[in-house]
Each structure stands twice: as C-alpha cells, then as structure tokens.
C-alpha cells in the first residue's frame, strides 16, 4: 500500500511539476540501434521425432518407455544412458568435432520426454548437445518435480517446458544449501553454465518454469535467508538462452545473466520474494521485456536492484568494459507489496553504476519503491530511456525515485542519450554529451497527492492514466515521436499509440 497524504495538498504546484525542455541536441533518429527486438517472437520447437513417458509413482527403469509402460524418473533416463546425444572430440577445444554418445539409445534429438507427477531427482550434466531439438516437458495437469537442472559445459538445443524445480525437494543426504551434489560451482535452482573444460553452452528454452528455492518462507529470519536462498536461474557464458513465462519465488537473485550470455531473451517471467537482485544484466544483445519484479526482502548489505547491470573488462574488475545492446522494455517493478513485513526492502530501480553501457532502450517500464534510483546509468552512450514511469512508494519522507544520467565513476562522460516522455516522482538529472532532455513530467516530492490525480489506483499499483484535466491538459498526447523507438508505437501493455504518445508508460485509452 501507499502511504496516504490529502489530494489536494500541493495542487497549487502544478505547473511547477512540468518539465517541457525542448531537445536542442538530438542525435539523427534514422541511426537505428542494431536491434530493437521489435519483432521478437517465442518459437516453440517442433517434435520431429518420438514421445517417451516418465513417471516416478507408476513407471519402472525396466520399462520401455510408453505412455503405458513409462520410465521412472527423468534422472534415471539420463543416468541409465537412455539419451543419444554428442559432445565434442577433444576437450578444452569448443570447434573439435561433435562425437556421438550412446549414438544406440531410444531417445534422440527431435523427441520428446513427457514427465509425469512425482520427484524426478537432479540433473547435472557436463556435456549434452543435441542437433536436433529435445523437449522435456512436463504432461498436461501434471507436476513434475527436480530439485535442480544444471547443465554445466558443452549443451545444445534442449527444450524445458512447465518443469516444476524447488531445491528444498532435494532427498540426498544433508541440507539441500550446504550438499556439495547441488551446489558445487553454481547452486541456482536451474544453472546454464560453459566450462573450459567441455565447452561452450547455448540454445536452451526455458517455458513455464515453476522455480522455488522453498515453498514456504514465511518463517525465515535474516539469517535463513543468507543461509538458505538459492539463485532462481543463473546464466553464465551460455548464449541464445530464452527464459519465458516462468514463475520464480523466495530465491537470492532471480535472473542472472552474466559474462557472456549474449542473446539471451527472458520475458514475461514473475520474480516474487529476493533478496539480492531482481535480475543482473552482463551481457551483450539481451532482450529483457514484460517482466514483474517485486517484494525484495533486506536481509544483508547487499545494494539491492531489482535490475542491475555492471560491466567487466580483460582484468575481470566492474566497470572497466562496455555492455551493448540491452532493451529493457514493459517491466514492472514494485519494491515491496506488503509493508507489514519486517524484512520488507527498498530495492533501486533499474541501477547500473558501472558502465560503460552502450545502445541501450529503456522504455515503457513502471517503476515503483522507496528509493533515489528509479533509473540510474553511470556511463552511458547512444542509448534511449522514454515512456517510463518512475514513482514513489512512501509520502513524505526524504527518498524519491529519479531518472539520472551520469559520467562513469572514472570520469567518462556519458554522451548522446535522451530522456523523454517520462513520467518521474523526483527529477530528471542529466550530465554528458549530446544528453538531450525532452518532454518529461516531474511530479515533484513535495506533491505526493498529485500521484492520485495521474493514476487509477496507485495503492493497488495500477499506474493506468486516469481522466482528468490534468491529465489531458499535461500527458496525454504530449510526448514526441521517436520513430525508431517500439514506445512510440505501442505503450505497455501492447496497446497502439496514435499520434503524439502520451507520457509514461501507459497510454490513455
């Protein structure tokens, strides 16, 4: 909930609110970034192949894998060398040639594993490349069960679709966060990692994923927290990962995707209950859209984001590299929805404080806590933030979420940017090169009561334009047109902007 002032407590100071700073140094609209990803579409694998069955309480290691005579558990598949698949010749080397292995066994790329209710154990595999796509997907009105996937090497072309994995489901000895068996070089729930030693990761989907690292938190301290949560889905140097509709609670960090996990897509995903980060972005050409972030629990002295991006040069420091082309694009961010709860956190916004950060879209996200950095770049180049809505979670009190614009920490200046059509709580602070500041309107911090005049509910968070005069007279059609920009085209929730769009991320309708 938001914390109630009287409405018309500082309406007087209207127009003080409207920032209409007309853009004197615009860069050339017609230099599109290299990608938008405007015309991003989930495509689901086609079965060329088999269907195989798992099932834990009816199924047998003996069977033969049939809907009538199933399998038991999809780790006993694999364990048992039930799976055809290839890795490379020689280790250490990514481009020796693919080998076949166990080149006899019933399933294949092109098939597919449906699994049944029941625990279906925990996979871990090294090397696991397919030429052909293999899905593993749970049957209809069935809840399979893992307490962890974790493909760590040399993988291709493996389809995961409405797999349930709670790490706390673990049935080997001792306690599922401190069991070398899960958490050896990367403990997250589902963990897409290359190695040196096997190779190279890639082209893993990831579709309605259901991922705990518990079921119940309620009665967690601080300390449970530090000590238990797990990582909900970590990639690291694992390219053309899509992660898509997945559902991701009462875990550490939510999405990571870092050191070189390029063209990676993760949408339309809920991340509920963290308590580091929301996502971390370190990588290139990634596409982060439609996501929901919300309820971050302070347990530690964690800075934390609910996006978070920091780039790593050659010597592997923060920010001595450049991350290129990130769209982040229809987000919403909440910092708490339950301000009873005692761990209850006030997360940064969109924080990225160790640049350089080039070709970069931000734009169409609502953005909502208690904090001064609704949306921070330090080091920031060529990149776009519009159609935004940054607001305030608490009245009257000093923090207030701004828009910001800064140099690097080392002193390189941020350069050709803009900044429009938003709508932000406290201000919008530019500094660098060519930054150029359109029509954006700065609620202000003293006009709390103003938030209940722009939005339908904003204690039940829905940040829709409400029809006023206000709102006709200062937002709606008052944005400018940026052709290359999707935000000018369609606002948050998909919806076609006409003309003019308005400010923010919802357009009236």
């Not at 894998?65 to 399998?71: L, Q, V, Y």
């Not at 696991?128 to 072309?157: C, N, R, Y």
């Not at 063209?263 to 929901?292: L, M, P, Q």
């Not at 000093?398 to 390189?412: A, E, V, Y």
Request: hydrophobic share 35%; proline share 3%; charged share 20%.
């Amino acid at each position: 909930m938001f914390s109630h002032i009287s409405k018309s407590a500082g309406v007087i100071f209207l127009f003080l609110a409207i920032i209409l700073i007309a853009a004197c140094h615009r860069y050339d609209d017609s230099n599109p970034p290299v990608s938008n990803f405007k015309d991003y579409k989930f495509e689901e694998p086609k079965i060329s192949g088999n269907t195989f069955y798992a099932d834990p309480l009816n199924g047998s290691p003996n069977g033969d894998g049939s809907s009538e005579n199933p399998w038991r558990t999809l780790q006993e598949v694999i364990d048992s060398n039930l799976i055809a698949y290839f890795k490379h010749s020689e280790n250490y080397n990514p481009e020796s040639e693919w080998v076949p292995v166990n080149e006899n066994a019933p399933v294949k790329g092109g098939d597919r594993i449906i699994l049944r209710n029941g625990h279906h154990g925990y996979i871990h595999k090294s090397a696991f490349m397919f030429k052909e796509w293999l899905t593993i997907e749970a049957e209809k009105g069935h809840t399979p069960v893992f307490s962890q996937i974790k493909l760590d090497g040399a993988f291709k072309k493996i389809y995961l679709k409405n797999l349930t994995i709670i790490k706390e489901h673990f049935s080997g000895t001792g306690n599922y966060w401190e069991t070398e068996t899960l958490n050896r070089n990367d403990g997250s729930c589902l963990a897409l990692r290359s190695n040196d030693f096997w190779g190279k990761g890639s082209y893993v989907k990831a579709n309605g994923l259901v991922i705990r690292t518990a079921e119940d938190i309620s009665s967690w301290t601080a300390q449970n927290w530090v000590d238990k949560s797990a990582t909900g889905i970590s990639l690291r140097s694992a390219e053309h990962i899509e992660i898509i509709n997945c559902d991701i609670e009462n875990v550490r960090h939510g999405i990571t995707i870092e050191y070189f996990s390029d063209n990676s897509a993760v949408v339309n995903n809920k991340i509920k209950n963290y308590c580091g980060d929301g996502s971390r972005i370190i990588s290139n050409d990634v596409f982060f859209a439609y996501n929901t972030i919300t309820d971050c629990f302070k347990v530690d002295d964690n800075h934390d984001d609910a996006i978070q991006s920091y780039s790593r040069g050659a010597d592997n420091s923060a920010g001595t590299g450049t991350i290129k082309n990130v769209v982040i694009r229809g987000n919403f961010i909440i910092g708490t929805t339950d301000f009873s709860n005692s761990l209850a956190g006030n997360p940064q916004g969109i924080g990225c404080f160790d640049g350089m950060f080039d070709n970069w879209t931000i734009e169409n996200n609502v953005v909502v806590t208690d904090h001064y950095h609704g949306i921070s770049f330090y080091g920031f180049t060529n990149s776009d933030i519009v159609n935004n809505t940054v607001i305030d979670q608490i009245a009257d009190n000093p923090t207030s979420p701004w828009i910001r614009i800064s140099p690097h920490k080392n002193g390189t200046s941020s350069a050709n940017c803009r900044v429009a059509n938003n709508i932000v709580f406290n201000a919008v602070s530019i500094e660098g090169n060519n930054i150029s500041e359109g029509t954006n309107y700065v609620i202000g911090r003293d006009n709390y009561s103003l938030v209940y005049e722009l939005f339908i509910d904003p204690d039940n968070f829905d940040f829709h334009l409400s029809n006023n005069n206000v709102t006709q007279t200062h937002i709606v059609n008052q944005g400018e047109v940026i052709t290359r920009l999707v935000s000018s085209e369609i606002d948050k929730d998909n919806r076609a902007r006409d003309g003019n769009p308005d400010l923010g991320a919802y357009e009236y309708q």
